[in-house]
């Protein structure tokens, strides 16, 4: 799931897979309020979940993405 | 302020988002948006105003917040995620204008003003930001002082104009300036200029284009041709931070067109009249007789406005202008009936139907 996620960010985010660990909301041009929603849409789409509004505001980096992701991902 | 900030605002763009993408990066029939004019007074005279404002058309018509408050309910329902509160002049009376956020209830939505500025100090600014207001637009026409003043006749609304979009900025609000674009500036270095200026202050800049209608009516040598699209588009992939409604707002090559806006944005009068757009003056139907749901449904009965438009019908389409928009007396208060236009288009549909049918036989 990791990889996916990373690959998904790097995409959505335009920074390379190395960086993806680096950057937070708002820190790169990408990541504004279009971007996050592309990339959430984009999880919701690659994994078949729906993730709930509360989560969606939390996720501010890959770390905190990847822990709401296990609560939907078995 | 951003989208993440109104978790209902950024649950219906998602939807918006899904939409656009599942249809082919088109808009289709999806509602996006509500303009509403909810008083015509202005304290400027601009030579383009598409509302006829100078001529003092129904100014003294004000919206009741109470029925703002219902079409909000109802627009939130069809899931309609951007408000542009607009005019006249929208900072007239502000205490109204607070009554009227207040009414919309802003946390549903991504709500903007269009404004002249000349009101808007600091002060106004941070009321705007308390009431929910996340974005301010104002137009600016020329880098030219004495241009942009001339053209809206009241001396220093370019210097007010300019300077309100910095306290809209300093009040953390997204500061939007707006630049009218049509044949006979598109490509000028005026307009060069002022893209600059937008994105030196790191501001978001809108393009309209210019449309015969209002103040303008019939003056279809205004409006872009095919060249100055293109050209516009060029400078949407150079600078970056250039919007127009019917461009693809999720297109991170800055390429892609939505399409046509008409119907997917609702443009209200005082009157309480449903248009298709703000510059197309075809009336679709009245909120004080019928659901906002009705209203569009009826809308995209009519073929022009329910298939896709990679031009704007109002500012780029002169087919459609000059047939639809070049009526005599035609205005956002003396609109043409779109069911007359589904009548005559039904008929037409017939007509050629009878004409295949009786020659196959």
Same mark, same amino acid.
């Given at each position: 799931?990791?990889?996916k996620v990373k690959e998904i960010f790097s995409n959505v985010?335009?920074?390379?897979?190395?960086?993806?660990?680096?950057?937070?909301?708002?820190?790169?041009?990408?990541?504004?309020?279009?971007?996050?929603?592309?990339m959430?849409?984009e999880l919701?789409?690659e994994?078949?979940?729906?993730?709930?509004?509360?989560?969606?505001?939390?996720?501010?980096?890959?770390?905190?993405?990847?822990?709401?992701?296990?609560?939907?991902?078995? | 302020?951003?989208?993440?900030?109104?978790?209902?605002?950024?649950?219906?763009?998602?939807?918006?988002?899904?939409?656009?993408?599942?249809?082919?990066?088109?808009?289709?029939?999806?509602?996006?948006?509500?303009?509403?004019?909810?008083?015509?007074?202005?304290?400027?005279?601009?030579?383009?105003?598409?509302?006829?404002?100078?001529?003092?058309?129904?100014?003294?018509?004000?919206?009741?917040?109470?029925?703002?408050?219902?079409?909000?309910?109802?627009?939130?329902?069809?899931?309609?995620?951007?408000?542009?509160?607009?005019?006249?002049?929208?900072?007239?009376?502000?205490?109204?204008?607070?009554?009227?956020?207040?009414?919309?209830?802003?946390?549903?939505?991504?709500?903007?003003?269009?404004?002249?500025?000349?009101?808007?100090?600091?002060?106004?600014?941070?009321?705007?930001?308390?009431?929910?207001?996340?974005?301010?637009?104002?137009?600016?026409?020329?880098?030219?002082?004495?241009?942009?003043?001339?053209?809206?006749?009241?001396?220093?609304?370019?210097?007010?104009?300019?300077?309100?979009?910095?306290?809209?900025?300093?009040?953390?609000?997204?500061?939007?300036?707006?630049?009218?674009?049509?044949?006979?500036?598109?490509?000028? %270095?005026?307009?060069? =200029?002022?893209?600059?200026?937008?994105?030196?202050?790191?501001?978001? +800049?809108? $393009?309209?284009? *210019? &449309?015969?209608?209002?103040?303008?009516?019939?003056?279809?040598?205004?409006?872009?041709?095919?060249?100055?699209?293109?050209?516009?588009?060029?400078?949407?992939?150079?600078?970056?931070?250039?919007?127009?409604?019917?461009?693809?707002?999720?297109?991170?090559?800055?390429?892609?067109?939505?399409?046509?806006?008409?119907?997917?944005?609702?443009?209200?009068?005082?009157?309480?009249?449903?248009?298709?757009?703000?510059?197309?003056?075809?009336?679709?139907?009245?909120?004080?007789?019928?659901?906002?749901?009705?209203?569009?449904?009826?809308?995209?009965?009519?073929?022009?406005?329910?298939?896709?438009?990679?031009?704007?019908?109002?500012?780029?389409?002169?087919?459609?202008?000059?047939?639809?928009?070049?009526?005599?007396?035609?205005?956002?208060?003396?609109?043409? %009936?779109?069911?007359? =236009?589904?009548?005559?288009?039904?008929?037409?549909?017939?007509?050629? +139907?009878? $004409?295949?049918? *009786? &020659?196959?036989?």
């Amino acid at each position: 799931m990791e990889d996916k996620v990373k690959e998904i960010f790097s995409n959505v985010f335009e920074v390379e897979i190395s960086e993806v660990d680096n950057i937070e909301y708002q820190s790169v041009e990408a990541w504004d309020s279009i971007g996050h929603m592309m990339m959430i849409s984009e999880l919701e789409t690659e994994f078949g979940i729906s993730i709930d509004m509360d989560d969606v505001i939390i996720i501010s980096k890959l770390s905190e993405c990847l822990d709401i992701l296990k609560k939907y991902i078995n | 302020m951003a989208l993440i900030d109104k978790p209902e605002v950024f649950r219906k763009f998602k939807e918006f988002f899904n939409y656009v993408n599942k249809n082919d990066g088109k808009i289709g029939v999806k509602q996006r948006g509500i303009d509403i004019n909810v008083n015509n007074a202005c304290n400027l005279r601009c030579k383009h105003c598409f509302t006829n404002s100078p001529l003092g058309d129904h100014i003294k018509e004000w919206m009741d917040p109470k029925v703002i408050s219902r079409i909000a309910d109802e627009a939130h329902e069809l899931g309609i995620f951007e408000w542009d509160l607009q005019g006249g002049e929208p900072l007239l009376r502000k205490k109204y204008l607070w009554k009227v956020l207040d009414a919309i209830g802003t946390e549903r939505f991504y709500m903007y003003v269009t404004t002249n500025g000349y009101y808007l100090d600091q002060a106004a600014a941070d009321k705007m930001a308390e009431h929910g207001v996340d974005r301010v637009s104002v137009s600016i026409d020329s880098m030219d002082p004495k241009e942009h003043d001339d053209f809206r006749g009241r001396k220093s609304s370019w210097e007010r104009a300019l300077r309100s979009l910095e306290y809209v900025q300093k009040a953390g609000m997204d500061p939007f300036l707006n630049i009218t674009v049509g044949h006979f500036n598109a490509k000028s %270095d005026d307009v060069k =200029l002022l893209l600059d200026y937008s994105k030196d202050n790191k501001y978001t +800049t809108l $393009l309209n284009v *210019a &449309t015969p209608a209002g103040m303008w009516s019939n003056l279809t040598e205004i409006m872009c041709d095919d060249e100055d699209r293109a050209y516009l588009i060029e400078m949407r992939k150079k600078y970056k931070n250039i919007l127009r409604n019917l461009w693809n707002p999720f297109d991170r090559k800055n390429e892609a067109i939505l399409g046509c806006n008409t119907v997917n944005r609702l443009y209200i009068t005082p009157l309480g009249d449903v248009l298709a757009c703000p510059y197309v003056h075809i009336k679709l139907g009245n909120i004080y007789e019928s659901s906002l749901k009705e209203i569009s449904t009826t809308g995209f009965q009519f073929s022009r406005f329910r298939n896709y438009s990679e031009k704007c019908l109002a500012g780029e389409d002169i087919d459609f202008a000059k047939k639809f928009m070049s009526t005599p007396g035609t205005s956002i208060f003396n609109p043409i %009936d779109v069911k007359e =236009l589904i009548k005559k288009e039904k008929g037409i549909i017939e007509l050629d +139907t009878h $004409l295949e049918t *009786a &020659t196959m036989k």
